[in-house]
């Protein structure tokens, strides 16, 4: 899809605009936006809505043809809703509505002249934003595995906004930071799609050595002989019942000024998660082919932010392998030491997240991180806990965790992919007590996500950290199993934010 910014102004108007079919707004009081107005010269659209062929209702959407005295060849009256200051839900539906009209129609070129700055407490840009990335959700296929391909989308290949000129710089600078999050969010939802026999830990590295290569970003891969030098125990102790060899990736996106501290990524990478000797049930265990999302959505974030070219140092840091049982495998009650010098009892084989990310989150110690977020599909308990809405956050409670928390999830609120704030407290930290080591593996089931949490806190004392728990929202399962490329727009969105500040 191509997308651009059309200007319009009292020379050039409305009206004028040739193309294929222009999007324009009515609201559920049957009342025309300006931009529809603006087209009404005979009075078409206003007999079209007084018709009751469409409702005005968010969602809803008519096709008009052959209107007198405009150039476009077809006009899409789309549904907003309440009138003046629409909500975002709303909108968000309407530019579905809008992207799904586009992608039928017999017009190749299209313009979407909705009320972009009209969406209640939001600027023009995030509307821009919300419809690229509409429009290219709406576009997503995975079917490079199979040998008949989905039918290729039909309809319009060109999408223009219509902007007042006064709008037009920074609807044009928003445009194209839309589309390299876009781009973002789909190797994201590609690598988290890909089995775990093609996405493994060596792919992800290759990835990582691509988007070096197109995006000249600074790379490393360590390999196992390095790990071990690093003496990453806990880390390793995951691997060592597969056959395919574990990566540590880390990936520089040094956009700022030299001596400024870099925001730190680190990505949950298993490219499987049996459970190890702590098998797990194999009703949808298919499904943990997605235990690298962290992992995906870390180079997702920063394959958008390189794009951008974003005025931010950016590093990100992958702990990848699988989990697998075999005569070599880990077993329930091994005493692993961790590069911390923390030991740390496997009570269960199949809590194997925390114990890559526990040596990767001590490994970035050494970048002096202005702040660490951790993403991983950690825990099934947070699943239980927020569902496929939120994805969980966590960070110690005090002044500077407080305003980290903050950032995530304002920036989780104004990019529509939300976390909320769970609890950190020294209570559940007692659940983690071991006989035999410093600490286990597990906490119980009571407030899995939380003890989880409270281990990976252990090895964050350095620096300003907090960790996001995406085991319910980076994909969903049933008809529509897939990739949702979560939690990319919040990450970006963050260090946008953090970039401008
Ligand atoms: N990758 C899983 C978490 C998971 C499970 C995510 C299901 C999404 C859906 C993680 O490695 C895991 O197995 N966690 C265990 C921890 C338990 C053994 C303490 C879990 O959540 O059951
Ligand atoms: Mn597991
Ligand atoms: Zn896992």
Redesign the pocket.
């Known amino acids: 899809m191509d997308f651009s910014i059309k200007t319009f102004d009292a020379k050039n108007t409305i009206a004028s605009i040739k193309t294929g079919c222009i999007a324009v707004g009515v609201f559920d009081n049957k009342k025309l936006s300006q931009a529809a107005r603006a087209l009404d010269h005979k009075g078409e659209l206003s007999a079209a809505v007084k018709s009751g062929d469409i409702s005005g209702k968010p969602g809803s959407s008519l096709l008009v043809r052959h209107i007198a005295g405009i150039a476009a060849e077809r006009v899409l009256l789309v549904g907003l809703g309440k009138d003046e200051a629409i909500a975002e839900k709303d909108f968000t539906t309407a530019i579905k509505a809008t992207a799904s009209a586009f992608s039928s129609l017999g017009a190749s070129d299209a313009v979407v002249a909705l009320p972009l700055d009209g969406v209640q407490g939001r600027a023009v840009e995030w509307a821009v934003r919300a419809a690229v990335l509409a429009v290219r959700e709406g576009l997503y296929r995975f079917d490079s595995l199979k040998s008949k391909k989905d039918s290729a989308p039909t309809g319009v290949k060109k999408v223009a906004f219509a902007v007042a000129a006064a709008a037009a710089a920074s609807a044009k600078s928003a445009l194209s930071q839309a589309v390299a999050l876009a781009n973002g969010i789909d190797l994201t939802k590609d690598l988290g799609n890909l089995p775990g026999n093609v996405c493994t830990p060596t792919y992800l590295a290759n990835i990582a050595k691509k988007l070096a290569k197109d995006y000249k970003l600074g790379v490393e891969i360590l390999d196992r002989k390095q790990l071990q030098a690093l003496k990453m125990g806990s880390f390793l102790s995951v691997t060592s019942g597969s056959d395919e060899p574990p990566k540590f990736i880390v990936l520089k996106h040094m956009g700022g000024k030299a001596k400024d501290a870099p925001t730190v990524l680190v990505g949950k990478g298993?490219t499987f998660?049996s459970?190890g000797i702590?098998l797990?049930g194999g009703n949808g265990m298919d499904?943990?082919k997605?235990?690298m999302c962290g992992a995906g959505s870390v180079l997702g974030t920063l394959r958008a932010i390189a794009e951008m070219k974003l005025k931010l140092n950016v590093i990100g840091v992958i702990p990848t392998c699988e989990?697998m049982p075999n005569g070599r495998a880990t077993k329930p009650g091994d005493i692993v030491t961790s590069m911390s010098g923390q030991t740390i009892e496997v009570l269960?084989t199949?809590?194997?997240?925390r114990l890559v990310l526990c040596d990767a989150l001590t490994y970035v110690e050494r970048f002096k991180p202005a702040a660490v977020v951790d993403v991983a599909?950690?825990?099934?308990?947070c699943?239980t806990s927020l569902g496929h809405h939120n994805s969980g956050l966590f960070t110690r409670h005090d002044k500077a965790h407080d305003a980290l928390a903050e950032e995530l999830l304002a920036a989780g609120k104004a990019s529509g992919d939300t976390a909320w704030r769970m609890p950190i407290e020294d209570a559940y930290q007692e659940q983690l007590k071991s006989n035999f080591a410093d600490m286990a593996n597990?906490g119980g089931s009571a407030g899995?996500s939380i003890t989880?949490a409270c281990f990976l806190e252990r090895y964050t004392k350095k620096y300003t950290w907090a960790h996001l728990d995406i085991?319910?929202t980076a994909w969903k399962s049933g008809a529509a199993k897939g990739a949702t490329g979560r939690p990319v727009s919040l990450l970006t969105t963050f260090l946008i934010n953090r970039a401008q500040a």
Do not use: H, P, R
């Open positions: 298993i998660d459970g702590s797990k499904e943990m997605y235990d989990n269960n199949d809590a194997e997240g599909t950690l825990t099934g308990s699943v597990i899995g989880a085991a319910g």
